[in-house]
């Protein structure tokens, strides 16, 4: 049996054709300009510009056996700026994805990504946290600030059991976490965590056909700290939440999928000294992954009461994301991407917290290989934010950027 997106924990796959592949070492690096006509967000009302330069070396690991599958990913990057040389900055990027069969029905994943940028620009997925999932448990990314530092956790562990031919349960445990280690470069936004567990019922009905039920609970926490001039005061939220879900899952073809899910979410707000808010609201989430010889698709939609994410207090959230991929020749690969988020306040009287807002991004990427070793990229990104109170968004909400990347990369063949 398949664990279905909606309880997976695991992101739908971007590869197209050739691209997807097991069992291999890879190494290699990109070399990166970009120019950028907003890098001094949340400082100043008029935008200023400037060009960048990277670099980012990357190694990773994709081992299979008949019991193992891991990968392991390594991508620190080092960037300057022409003119702003206060943003230069050194990131650091880090993920692995291990998961082991324990017996025939017995399988146990563990993942973590760790990630310290002072560019929000300079990851896979700019606007998402991650890649886009069919889970209503994936971290919520409502706001973001372009160009502070930050450093950010997600992990995720999850162990199934196939108990009869056409019966599955589960349970995971995650965790999330976004630190702001200088609040002045973010004025408006929190620290924040979150851990959470779900267990889960899956049955099959059909070949392709799965439909189950589970139990979500979450804890978020959001500390916005104060600044000493009198300009922001300090807030602490701590948001739980409880859902019980239906899913169901239809596997149209082998690479494409469609799943929904949907049931009651009871949630409730506290912050000291206020009394705590308690209510019921609709959860649901719909997605669909495509992965082609040629063409690849994701995309999702998730309504949930969330906190966290850089906000204090509870939200309900409306978010949707998109990713495409099409090899419109043996050597071009064209990939758009786009993001939108919007959240209303559900605990308006609490201290440090917004009415709430909106985000929209986009991208579109054209890749052009250039024998086995070397590949070019040109790409253009938007970012849109409208959050009243939150300086770093309201000064200068939009952001544009060009960029182009030129890559190397060795791959060798692991043994099975």
């Known amino acids: 049996m398949r664990t279905p997106p909606p309880v997976s924990g ?18 290699g690096f990109t070399v990166n300009t970009a120019y950028t006509d907003n890098v001094l967000a949340g400082t100043t009302t008029n935008p200023v510009g400037d060009t960048s330069y990277s670099i980012w070396p990357t190694i990773a690991i994709d081992q299979t056996t008949p019991r193992l599958h891991q990968t392991f990913t390594y991508r620190p990057g080092f960037t300057i700026y022409q003119h702003t040389s206060s943003l230069n900055e050194t990131d650091q990027n880090l993920a692995f994805d291990l998961q082991y069969r324990l017996s025939p029905h017995l399988t146990a994943t563990v993942r973590d990504s760790f990630r310290k940028s002072s560019n929000v620009f300079n990851q896979s997925y700019p606007f998402t946290g ?14 973001v600030a372009p160009f502070a530092d930050q450093l950010s956790n ?18 995971s445990g995650t965790f999330t976490n976004l630190h702001y280690p200088d609040p002045s470069q973010a ?71 469609l799943s929904l899910s949907g049931g009651p979410q009871h949630y409730e707000v506290s912050e000291a000294p206020f009394p705590t808010i308690r209510s019921w609201a609709p959860a649901a989430t719909a997605s669909m992954g495509w992965q082609g010889s040629r063409t690849t698709f994701a995309v999702s939609y998730a309504h949930v009461i969330s906190g966290g994410g850089g906000l204090v207090g509870a939200f309900d959230s409306n978010s949707a994301n998109v990713s495409a ?18 959240t209303k306040n559900v605990s308006p009287f609490l201290i440090g917290t917004n009415p709430g807002g909106h985000m929209i991004s986009g991208t579109i990427a054209v890749r052009h290989r250039i024998g086995e070793r070397f590949g070019v990229e040109f790409g253009y990104q938007r970012l849109h934010q409208s959050y009243r109170s939150i300086a770093v968004v309201s000064n200068a909400p939009d952001t544009d950027r060009g960029y182009m990347s030129i890559s190397y990369q060795l791959t060798r063949p692991l043994g099975r």
């Open 154 to 171: 997600n992990a995720n562990a999850e162990i199934t059991y196939q108990f009869a031919r056409n019966g599955m349960f589960g349970a």
């Open 325 to 342: 991929g099409w090899q419109v020749a043996r050597a071009w690969t064209v990939g758009p991407m786009a993001s939108y988020a919007s």
């Open 130 to 143: 991650e890649g886009i999932s069919g889970s209503a448990q994936s971290p919520l990314v409502p706001v």
């Open 187 to 257: 004025p408006g936004l929190s620290d924040s965590s979150s851990r959470g567990g779900a267990g889960f019922y899956s049955y099959r009905l059909t070949k392709a056909q799965y439909l189950g039920a589970t139990y979500q609970y979450s804890q978020m926490l959001g500390s916005l700290a104060a600044v000493d001039n009198g300009a922001q005061t300090g807030a602490e939220s701590d948001t739980r939440t409880h859902a019980l879900l239906a899913f169901y899952t239809v596997y149209l073809k082998p690479n494409l999928s």
């Open 10 to 27: 695991e992101d739908y796959s971007t590869a197209i054709g050739a691209e997807a592949r097991s069992n291999y070492l890879y190494a």
